[in-house]
């Protein structure tokens, strides 16, 4: 069974949609990193450790998707 192809169109569209649902993830996980935050705040010194792990996975997050991001938006341009 042979698959179609896609046009440039439609790669186009799914790069943008790609790029779309990067930012909407990037914009979750900057919401979670400041209610992390703001939990810190009141959160006892010997619990704070485990929200400095999270925070730290949410800065690994953005930065694996601003790296992703960056890979595509060139990929586009090309």
Do not use: F, G, N
Not at 20 to 37: K, M, P
């Amino acid at each position: 069974m042979s698959q179609p192809t896609a046009t440039p169109a439609d790669i186009a569209a799914s790069s943008a949609k790609d790029r779309h649902t990067l930012s909407e993830t990037a914009c979750d996980l900057i919401v979670i990193e400041h209610r992390l935050r703001d939990v810190r705040r009141w959160t006892p010194e010997t619990a704070r450790a485990h929200l400095d792990a999270a925070l730290s996975s949410v800065a690994t997050a953005l930065d694996a998707l601003h790296a992703e991001y960056a890979t595509r938006t060139t990929e586009q341009e090309q």
